[in-house]
């Protein structure tokens, strides 16, 4: 079983529609989860950063763990063409060391 | 702000040849720096990490290696390629408190 698991997709909505990506972890001692996307040619940025369990809202995202079924999503509302792109989730045990990271999800957001 | 720069962006190089990949970081002091390779459809394998100057922390073993010469420059380097070491190179920095990694915009790596 890899650490990390994440469904590679890939994932065609079309503008305007919610999106939920989502991935499963074994290692009960992440603490720190992040998701990062990447767009094709380019390195990661990071996207939403959270530690332990519960949800935290930036603008159209929403990061959501829930520890106790090891199991992390991001929601995209309003989703736009821009966002059009891999999505890697990144647990850790500790913040800003090693991180475990999935394969990432391709979404592409169609006009 | 902080910002990181890798370069080149783009290398094609023969079987058998050396390699030096540069890394900086501006805006920070005494960064953690990462070197990571990305294979298609595979995630992110760290390669190495540091800690501080000199400091360097082998993940897989390799036919590459790292070197961290100044505070907020990290190199990575081989002897001689192999066809396997083609991939997307990332370098990344993160502060040493519980904070996430910041990526740079890689190098692609074709091996000929």
């Known amino acids: 079983q890899k650490e990390v698991e994440q469904d590679p997709g890939p994932l065609s909505v079309p503008e305007g529609a919610i999106v939920s990506l989502n991935c499963t972890y074994s290692?009960?001692?992440?603490?720190?989860f992040m998701w990062y996307r990447q767009y094709s040619r380019k390195g990661p940025e990071l996207l939403m950063y959270t530690y332990s369990s519960g949800n935290k809202e930036d603008g159209r995202f929403t990061a959501q763990v829930d520890k106790s079924s090891k199991y992390i999503s991001l929601f995209i509302r309003d989703s736009q063409p821009s966002d059009s792109a891999t999505y890697l989730c990144a647990p850790s045990e500790g913040g800003g060391n090693k991180l475990t990271f999935g394969t990432g999800t391709q979404l592409k957001v169609e006009l | 702000s902080q910002t990181i720069h890798q370069w080149p962006a783009t290398l094609v190089q023969p079987v058998g040849s050396p390699l030096s990949l540069e890394c900086t970081v501006e805006g920070t002091s005494n960064p953690n720096l990462y070197w990571y390779r990305q294979a298609a459809g595979r995630g992110l394998q760290l390669l190495f990490y540091s800690v501080g100057i000199g400091q360097i922390s082998s993940e897989v073993p390799q036919n590459l290696s790292a070197s961290r010469p100044q505070d907020r420059q990290f190199i990575l380097s081989s002897k001689k390629l192999l066809l396997s070491d083609s991939g997307f190179y990332l370098c990344?920095?993160?502060?040493?408190?519980?904070?996430?990694?910041?990526f740079g915009d890689g190098t692609r790596l074709s091996i000929l």
């Open positions: 990344a920095w993160s502060v040493q408190e519980d904070q996430p990694q910041h």
């Open positions: 290692n009960s001692a992440f603490q720190y």
